[in-house]
């Protein structure tokens, strides 16, 4: 299974950083760039992203607002969402929190700890959607019983006109 990051990034430098961390000898990864949010939605709608990790640094302020609410809005299926920023604007955090799924330091993050990052970030997602498919997989097999049982009663109900006869 090939897992997809989109990386919406105006200069494309940060994606490539992406792409050598999780290109060469790791395989099943497949790092694609979009400059803004209009572009991340096209390349959405024809891929199944996993991860969509946004450059907040080269937006700004609003925009690091703006755009994790609007990709939330509008992929489907809903990507986990990471937010690089500089320490500068970490401070802007609290008015991201419930906007993004992790945030990760621009200036300074490891190899090892940003894929171990994305890695639960597409963990969670998939553990997320295997509940969903459980879940209506279950309420499925209630109507099935539902509709079985009132089959059950109209069988019943029709042996007992038949032996009536």
Known sequence: ???QLLVI??????????????GG???????????GAEEALGV???????????NGDDLGKSLAYDIPNYLKKNIFPPAKLL????????????????AVHAVVDSSNFRSHQFR??????????YMEEKEKREKELEEKKDRSRRVWARIDVICDDLEKKSNEE
């Open 9 to 22: 990034d105006q200069a494309g430098a940060m994606t490539k950083h992406i792409e050598k961390i999780f």
């Open 1 to 3: 299974m090939i897992r």
């Open 116 to 125: 171990r990052i994305v890695d639960k970030l597409i963990h969670v997602k």
């Open 25 to 35: 000898f790791l395989k099943g990864y497949q790092v694609l760039h979009a400059a």
């Open 44 to 54: 959405a709608r024809t891929e199944m992203i996993d991860v969509i990790v946004i």
């Open 83 to 98: 937010l690089l920023l500089e320490p500068n604007l970490i401070n802007t955090l609290p008015a991201l929190e419930g």
